[in-house]
């Protein structure tokens, strides 16, 4: 069977979000090369931290064009 982007995408997004969340950061290593283990590290510990604020109720998601116009509005201060 070959394998296309498509069908590893359709595979990846039937996975548990944890599942997705260390494919995603898989796919990012290997494009970024090596990283050092303690940054790494640090990146995911804050994944997992504002995940747990987002899933708790202290912080909230935004949609994309909302977010870019707040940083550009702040950036303009």
Avoid at 37 to 65: F, T, Y
């Amino acid at each position: 069977m070959s394998l296309t982007v498509e069908t590893v995408a359709q595979e990846a997004l039937g996975l548990p979000i944890s599942g997705r969340a260390l494919l995603v950061e898989k796919l990012l290593a290997s494009l970024a090369g090596e990283t050092d283990p303690i940054v790494e590290r640090a990146n995911l510990d804050e994944v997992r931290r504002r995940r747990a604020a987002m899933r708790s109720g202290q912080s909230k998601l935004i949609d994309g064009p909302k977010g870019m116009e707040q940083a550009r509005t702040a950036l303009r201060k």
